[in-house]
């Protein structure tokens, strides 16, 4: 019987988001996902994350939620099913940690990108490569959350979306140090604003708003430098009256 990792990492992130010392980070999520919120508008939306967490959008009109164990192939290849949608249907998607737990990034972004209407606008939350939380990363226990993870950087995040034909309308980075104790906790907040003045694309949790891009098929007239002058054709000889 092949264990299915990706539910059972599932289960294990939303039990490290409940766990007292991973309050803060939580709360940083929520924090992000008001201000998110008042910058994007559109008529239909689609959650892909944690269920703890879509409450927070459950006052957008039309959202669908799809959590990340319903997405996750049934094998251990660390793999994202093809998504149970129609091509253009949503404006708005945001996926939490859904990139996080494929091998395969680009391809599930693709997906993301079949599904999302033109001029649709796309929230990725992930933990961030490029920060202490991605340095201390292959010291940490690979089965304990959220090391088991996949982290990927902010610049490959970019690119990635970029490739497909996005704008960047959104970047923040929180969350500079991965563990917290009691004693960090009582600084948290000075750390949180010094981190976002001083290293702002260093925090362990990154927040994106992507807007695709349209290219409008209007036709252009063509200009020539040159009038084109026709002449008429000199009578032929051979329709000569002998």
Known sequence: MKLNTGKYKYKELIKWYKKPNSQPFKRIINNQF??????????????????????????????????????????SDNSITKLPFEDDSY??????????YTDN???FIREIDRITTDDGRVVMIGFNNFSLWGLLKPLMNKSYMPWSLNFYSLYSVREWFKILGYDTS?????GLIPIISKHISKYLEKINILQKFLAPNLGGLYFYVFNKKTIPLTPVKLKFKEKYVVNAFPKSSLNRIK
């Open 91 to 100: 404006d708005i998607i945001i996926v939490m940690h859904a990139l996080d």
């Open 170 to 174: 959104y970047k923040e980075t929180r």
């Open 34 to 75: 008001s201000e998110i919120k008042d910058l994007i508008g559109g008529k239909h939306a689609l959650f892909i994350g944690l269920s703890d967490f879509k409450k927070k959008f459950q006052s957008l009109k039309y959202v669908s939620f799809l959590t990340i164990n319903e997405i996750v192939s049934s094998g």
């Open 105 to 107: 990034p680009y391809e």
